[in-house]
């Protein structure tokens, strides 16, 4: 008993979880730390990283900015300055929803009579969304692991676009689907190398799973040898695209046009 309540009185900020307010006039204050004599901040003979500066072919508007009369006594000034002073400003356009609307029309031949009726462009997605619509939601679902009711507040956010989380979960259906075929040719191209990068990365409990990573300079995977989560929100769409890695390897992976991969395929 007497040990018990010496052990609670030998409690202080220093050996358990308290703060130093509650500590007695019995506990020795903490020592102030000891200045090196540095300066917050960078360092001399620091190297900083400053963003360079877009090459001119990259740069979408160029506005020159004249000066009309001399600052000193005001006459109107003359000429070009050959090595202006430059200054970039990186924005984002503001989000917009382009509507296209498809008219097939139906017309009749004049020599038997007959109608025809214009078929749909090739591509053109059946669903009432496009491609790249289709591409962000799978994205943000599949590699950010966002849930499908914050993809449909940040889509009404951003665009103004009115969806439900059903909807959500039909595109990842026809992302997987469409990426099925590209998914498959890319683990064909691994299995076809003679040498093939793999690592393997474990997950702490209650996981248990393991990540494998198999890479080449003409292909990757990425993909979970876990059991899938037997839970009713993940569809089986959204397992393929989890499990086959399809949207995490960013650095491989580019969805392009109607969900079209393109795994380490040189730039054009």
Do not use: W
């Not at 730390?33 to 500066?53: L, S």
């Not at 006594?73 to 970039?88: H, N």
């Not at 075929?181 to 691994?190: E, G, K, Q």
């Amino acid at each position: 008993m007497i040990e018990d309540l010496r052990a609670k009185l030998a409690i202080n900020s220093r050996n358990s979880s308290k703060p130093p307010s509650s500590d007695g006039p019995e506990v020795a204050p903490r020592q102030a730390k000891k200045k090196r004599g540095r300066k917050p901040g960078g360092q001399p003979g620091h190297v900083g990283t400053t963003r360079a500066m877009a090459p001119i072919e990259q740069v979408d508007v160029v506005k020159d900015i004249r000066p009309m009369c001399c600052a000193d006594c005001g006459t109107l000034l003359l000429g070009e300055d050959p090595a202006p002073l430059r200054r970039q400003v990186i924005e984002i356009p503001p989000p917009k929803v382009i509507v296209t609307e498809y008219r097939l029309h139906r017309l009749s031949c004049v020599a038997c009579g007959c109608s025809t009726q214009a078929a749909a462009p090739a591509g053109l997605s059946p669903s009432v969304f496009g491609a790249t619509v289709h591409a962000l939601a799978a994205l943000l679902v599949g590699r950010f692991r966002q849930s499908k009711r914050l993809v449909v507040e940040l889509l009404d956010v951003l665009y103004g676009l009115t969806l439900s989380p059903g909807t959500i979960c039909a595109m990842e259906q026809r992302v997987s689907a469409a990426l099925e075929a590209p998914v498959d040719a890319a683990l064909a191209t691994l299995r076809a190398e003679e040498v093939v990068g793999k690592d393997e990365t474990g997950r702490p409990p209650p996981h248990q799973s393991l990540a494998v990573d198999h890479g080449h300079r003409s292909a990757r995977s990425l993909h979970d040898r876990s059991e899938p989560r037997q839970c009713g929100g993940e569809t089986g769409a959204r397992r393929r695209i989890r499990r086959r890695g399809v949207l995490r390897s960013l650095d491989r992976i580019r969805l392009l046009g109607p969900a079209t991969v393109l795994l380490g395929a040189p730039a054009a």
